[in-house]
């Protein structure tokens, strides 16, 4: 690389995805469209042939239109297709409708054609002389790959250059891939004879050389006839004629407005057939399409470039707002940064602009360039400019896998990756992947191919360098090849994270070996050596599946520069770090006792006294304290190394630091001390690690052990752990509820040692459920009164994803379990994850749940639970002075043994003793927060350490103080529970007395009038999907589904679920925003949402959002556990337009301050019970105050006008003075009517004297007496 003088700046993580250039697809006759869903196809007409290439499938129903197999073809029609593939690897998504479902299957096989061989494919179909047909060719490419061939009609070329992914804009790169759309070819054409006959493959006109192998999925022949919306048979329905022309005078092959498009393309793309320019961006719509743009849209791609612009004065992409793929749009390059768009590296300084602007120098100065940033970049080659960079001096570069030493690359000497200094750990690997790469024919290719054909993987892959010269600056590349697989990792340097869910497919067209990718990552050197790991187990995104990285090949350039000013600080260490030359190797600038000098040999940062940012300076932590200045928790125990130091007083250096068998950071949550050996959370629930099975590896084994369980099909392993014997999980006394089970789920390597060899044989295995099912455990033979300690213990191999709640005796001991957080990494082989807690049976049976209804987290999108073994200790607690109570819990509960099993701590009317015997908190009066004491609790015999102990969103203190049961989720048995009740404002002490059901409807925009309520003080408002904030309509400001407050559990997505148009105004366009995408979550689970920050007894106004596709779905809406609409079926109410929308409309008191929302099917009869949703309004109302007037007092009792909320409803009560303080009730339903205002009557003989008492309205679901 070149080397001149330089302007750094600070780390940057960019990945600049890439795609190759293409000849232009030429349109002569018909159109190319996407398909994303039935609705992009012709479906309803007379179809005399509707035919499924498919070796293996059945008949498909779409929208009414039946697809035959090819198998089995139509009388007269004969196809010509040599060859299959079933099936063609990714299947599109296009909803979960059963017209979806099978649409999919019809795009998910393929025929094909060797063009190789000569081969065509060709269909042939028998019509009628002088009859119109329309022919639909379906073809869905799987992947961003260069596939494309010619479309022959009726003997002459209607498409040249098509493509498996749509249309390919003139000297520009490939339409991108989604999964989510395919592409529908079609042609409107009058039969001269009686053969119609379709010809694809290489048929002439312009050959790229890309695959020219065509494929197809499906194709469709309607006849087109005179109907009532088209009496002319001319392809053009009356009313779009009349509308545009007036008259009925058009025909399908006209052009009227010389567009370069004919009235039937122009019908078909929703373009203006009398207007040449639709969309007013400066290009015909003909020039439009054959572009790739949208007609109907100025900026198709968004790039702040209007079509006119990018294609006749910029040159660029029309389809891609990265024309480049340099990481910045093209209006930005144009219109902001003054850079090509057309050119990744505008400055040839070998980094692209994208990664420039994000680094601060810049991409029109090769002089300025980011040397400390990291990104990613494609690999096209060997030679120069492909990618690769050589010119330097490079203390290492080799092949990583077992091929050997592949030869020189422009000079640059590869060897294999067992030469001196160089250490490469990978459990895996593959010396041929696939089949060979072909990047080119050059010498320098060969080699490169030869690097990238092998490669080394496991979850984690790490590779250590020696011989580097600490502060000097490095320049790391790292080289992919992806044959397979949505693959990505984090990649670290020295244990600094330098990018972020790297993923090499996505620099790749294609995983056929015609590109690789590579990470380029510059840093400056913190010792001798540097270890650089790609680590699996900490990628969040969920697109990217495969999370087991792979490696092919690595170079280290040691980027040298002078010392100009002879102050022994290299010139590029200076300049990255201060921006001039100005410092010397004696300077402290940022005053943490270490020089510049020293600060470059450590690695740390001379700007920064503290650089990990633990509340530790810099010097303080190497000399003072040996702990890692780069590391802020240095021993990985969950405390950071100054609150171990100055608060704790534990040590940094060690995870237990008092050897309690605890680590300091559990303690320290539990309220014990890290450095007490005595004390220790015994009866807290702790999550730790553990890293094998002998003593001081994480898992107590010593004691008497009732039960010790392998949980799997693996049987009980071969001899102890520890001493303790692990038993198969089908003994007596042991109960294990599963779906599934994995026998060989995670391969440990603990140690060798007998004990981690036993103990990596239980975790090899695990039983697991998928959500809503709920694995479980019960052993029996307990003995009420005695302690024990359980250890469940689990492995994660695949999915950082995963949570689930552990309850034990049906309380959640532990909320959204993360194994993978847990254990420190997916498939992290030398740990596993413990949850630890002890107990005091109260019966003969202990009971555990593992449930993953309870995730609301959205980053944890795996639900189904899982476990590997357990083991419950019968413990043998001391009790050295004899007061019936251990040693142990007083000491963790007071800090002494001065207690006496009769005292009553906590004053809440249970002495120590019963609060042991019960596991409840004797220094807290209020063991569950529910507002009873725990006495008070015993005596109305709710559970004191469950809040809510009959399960209906209310507290047991909130159920006494309104009266209702505590016990009985349904106080009045009128199917709604108590909280439902409450918040709709019924009565739920009274059977009769249910909540009012929601308004359900249709929405047709977002403007006023059109069906939505947007105006007002909303406390949330968000899109429910993919595509982000959507913005402002009315005075609702619509944001992402990833807002505070917010948790969800919907485990599916689809971005382009539908594409609604509600019409032009800037409110319909956020609208649109909004309902384009949906989460959905499959039967049986369930849709799930909380929304915190209400304000309890204020009136709320909820708004759900939902597009439809068809009307087989259908399920019940919950609000707090009650059902404000049943058997809801979206479709039924948006019918088959995307003109609007339907929508669940509902008012409510809040009674706390969460709101818990749940779409359910389980009780509705809907074909389609997988729920969705796409949008949420939560509106705060304005508060109505009540007030109660006499009008009248008559024979028949004291007569009162009553006003508040609308619908609101609420208590009389009466009092005869209100120096009694008590109150009665005369009326428990005053309900308002629309208007807010009722008439009510007390009618009690003892109340008509005037004057002789006072009235009130009251909410009914209070007592009127506390």
Request: hydrophobic share 35%.
């Given at each position: 690389?070149?080397?001149?003088p330089l302007l750094f700046c600070a780390l940057g993580l960019l990945a600049v995805p890439w795609a190759p250039a293409h000849a232009a697809t030429a349109v002569s006759a018909g159109t190319i469209s996407f398909v994303r869903g039935p609705a992009g196809l012709d479906l309803s007409g007379t179809f005399p042939y509707a035919v499924n290439f498919s070796t293996n499938d059945p008949e498909l129903v779409v929208n009414g239109l039946t697809f035959v197999p090819d198998t089995a073809p139509p009388i007269g029609a004969s196809f010509v297709t040599p060859q299959s593939v079933t099936p063609w690897q990714a299947t599109p998504q296009f909803g979960t409708s059963d017209d979806e479902n099978n649409l999919e299957q019809i795009y998910q096989d393929i025929r094909w054609a060797n063009n190789a061989a000569g081969e ?1009 079926f979206p479709g039924n109410y948006q019918g088959p337009v995307v003109t609007q929308g339907a929508m669940v409309s509902y008012e409510f008191t809040a009674h706390d301050s969460v709101l818990r929302i749940e779409l359910d099917a389980a009780d509705t009869f809907a074909p389609d019970k997988n729920p969705i949703l796409a949008g949420v309004t939560l509106e705060s109302l304005p508060i109505i105050p009540a007030s109660l007037n006499i009008v009248t007092v008559t024979s028949s009792g004291v007569n009162f006008t009553a006003t508040g909320t609308p619908g609101g409803v609420y208590a009389l009560d009466y009092s005869p003075a209100l120096s009694a303080g008590t109150w009665s009730e005369v009326n428990d339903n005053v309900t308002m009517n629309a208007s807010g205002s009722a008439s009510v009557t007390d009618a009690i003989p003892a109340h008509r004297t005037p004057g002789s008492g006072f009235w009130r309205l009251r909410n009914p679901a209070f007592r009127p007496n506390p």
């Open positions: 690389m070149r080397k001149p065509r494919l060709e269909a042939h179909f028998t019509v009628t002389p002088g009859q119109t047909y329309k022919i639909q060719i379906l073809v869905s490419g799987n992947a961003p790959e260069n596939r494309r061939w010619d479309i022959e009609v009726e003997g002459n070329l209607s498409v040249d250059e098509f493509t498996s992914l749509g249309l390919s804009a003139p000297g520009t790169t490939l339409p991108p891939y989604r999964n989510n759309t395919s592409v529908v070819f079609t042609q409107q054409i009058t039969a001269t004879d009686d053969s119609l006959d379709v010809i694809m493959g290489n048929l002439g006109g312009e050959n790229d050389l890309g695959d020219r192998n065509a494929i197809w999925q499906g194709i469709t022949v309607e006849q087109i006839t005179a109907s009532p919306d088209d009496s002319d048979a001319d392809g053009l329905p009356d009313a779009w004629e009349t509308l545009h022309f007036t008259n009925l005078s058009q025909s399908w092959s006209t052009d009227p407005d010389s567009d370069g498009l004919d009235n039937s393309a122009e019908l078909t793309l929703r373009t203006l057939p009398n207007n040449a320019d639709s969309d007013s961006d400066g290009l015909k719509d003909g020039a439009d399409v054959s572009s790739g743009g949208d007609p109907t849209v100025a900026d198709s791609d968004g790039d702040g470039l209007s079509d006119g612009l990018e294609v006749l004065t910029h040159l660029t992409n029309i389809r891609l707002s990265d024309t480049d793929f340099d990481g910045l749009t093209d209006g930005a390059e144009v219109n902001t940064h003054g850079t090509d768009p057309n050119e990744t590296d505008s400055d040839n300084d070998d980094y692209p602009d994208g990664v420039e602007i994000a680094n601060g120098t810049n991409p029109a100065n090769p002089a300025s360039y980011p040397l400390l940033s990291s990104s990613g970049r494609p690999l096209v080659g060997g030679d120069a400019g492909e990618g690769l960079d050589l010119d330097g001096t490079f203390p290492y570069a080799f092949n990583v896998g077992t091929n050997g030493a592949p030869g020189a690359i422009r000079g640059v000497t590869f060897t294999d990756d067992s030469a001196p200094g160089i250490t490469v750990a990978a459990p895996a690997q593959i010396p041929g992947w696939d089949s060979f790469p072909n990047l080119g024919d050059s010498p320098d290719d060969d080699v490169l191919e030869n690097i990238l054909w092998s490669i080394r993987f496991g979850p984690a892959v790490t590779v250590t360098l020696t011989g580097l010269t600490p502060g000097k600056p490095y320049k790391l590349q790292l080289l992919f090849l992806e044959r397979c697989c949505a693959r990505a990792c984090d990649i670290y340097v020295d244990d600094v994270l330098k990018l972020d869910d790297f993923a090499p497919y996505t620099f790749q067209p294609s995983n056929n070996g015609t590109r690789g990718a590579a990470a380029v990552i510059g840093f400056l050197a913190s010792g001798t050596s540097t270890t650089i790991k790609l680590d699996g187990s900490t990628v969040t995104n969920p697109l990217y599946t495969d999370r087991s990285p792979l490696l092919c090949g690595v170079t280290l350039e040691a980027v040298t520069g002078s010392d100009a000013d002879g102050d022994g600080l290299e010139d590029l260490w200076e300049t990255a770090n201060f921006g001039s030359l100005a410092q010397t190797p004696t300077g402290d600038p940022d005053n943490d006792g270490l020089t510049n000098l020293q600060e470059n040999t450590a690695g740390t940062n001379p700007n920064s006294s503290d650089t990990d940012a633990d509340g530790l300076s810099d010097r303080a932590e190497l000399v003072t304290h040996l702990t890692n200045p780069k590391k802020a928790d240095t021993d990985g125990d969950g405390l950071s190394d100054q609150y171990e130091i100055v608060t704790s007083l534990s040590n940094p250096l060690s995870r237990d630091s008092d050897s309690d068998g605890y680590s300091d950071g559990s303690e320290v949550i539990a309220g014990t001390n890290p450095s007490a050996a005595a004390s220790y959370p015994l009866f807290s629930t702790t999550v730790d690690t553990f890293s094998g099975g002998d003593p001081g590896e994480g898992l107590d084994l010593t004691g008497s052990f009732l039960y010790a369980v392998n949980i799997g099909s693996n049987g009980a392993p071969p001899g102890p752990v520890n001493g303790v014997f692990f038993s198969d999980d089908f003994q007596p006394g042991i109960s294990v509820t599963s779906i599934f089970e994995a026998p060989n789920w995670f391969a440990p390597d603990f140690g060798s040692t007998e004990s981690d060899d036993n103990l990596e044989f239980v975790m090899q295995s695990m039983r697991w459920s998928p959500a809503p099912a709920k694995p479980s455990v019960d052993l029996t033979g307990l003995v009420p009164g005695q302690a024990y300690k359980l250890q469940l213990l689990f492995a994660e191999s695949c999915c950082a994803g995963r949570a689930f709640d552990i309850e034990v005796e049906g309380l959640v001991r532990v909320d959204e379990f993360n194994p993978a957080t847990a254990q420190q990494g997916v498939n992290n082989s030398s740990q596993g994850a413990v949850v630890t807690l002890a107990f005091v049976a109260t019966d003969d049976t202990l009971n555990i749940v593992l449930n993953g209804q309870g995730v609301y987290s959205p980053a944890n999108v795996d639900h189904n639970a899982i476990i590997s073994g357990l083991t419950l200790e019968t413990l043998a607690l001391a009790d050295s002075d004899t007061d019936s109570l251990p040693d142990a819990w007083e000491i963790q509960y007071f800090g002494n043994l001065a207690q006496s099993g009769t005292a009553d701590a906590d004053s809440d009317g249970r002495n120590n003793a019963a609060e042991y015997l019960a596991n409840t908190l004797p220094n807290v009066a209020d063991s569950d927060n529910d507002g009873l004491s725990d006495g008070a609790e015993f005596a109305l015999t709710t559970n004191p350490l469950l809040a809510d102990t009959d399960g209906d969103d209310l507290l047991d203190g909130a159920e006494s103080m309104r009266s209702t049961n505590p016990l009985a989720a349904d106080t009045d048995g009128d199917s709604f529970p108590d909280a439902a009740e409450i918040i709709g404002g019924s009565n739920p002490r009274a059977a009769a007395s249910i909540p009012a059901p929601a308004a359900t409807g249709v929405f047709t925009g977002g403007d006023a009038g059109e069906g939505l309520d947007l105006e007002g003080t909303f406390l949330y408002a968000f899109n429910f999907g993919t595509t982000g904030a959507a913005g402002p309509a009315g005075s609702v400001v619509f944001t992402a589904d990833n807002i505070p407050g917010l948790g969800y559990s919907a485990l599916n997505q689809i971005p382009n679920w539908q594409f609604p148009d509600y019409g032009g105004s800037a409110n319909d366009d956020t609208l649109e925003r909004v309902m384009q995408s949906i989460r959905w979550t499959g039967a049986p689970d369930t849709v799930r949402l909380q929304l915190a920050g209400l304000e309890p007894g204020r009136r709320y106004k909820l708004q759900l959002l939902f597009p439809e596709t068809g009307t087989a779905r259908g399920f019940d809406v919950k609000v707090e556990g009650g059902v404000v609409a049943d058997d809801f």
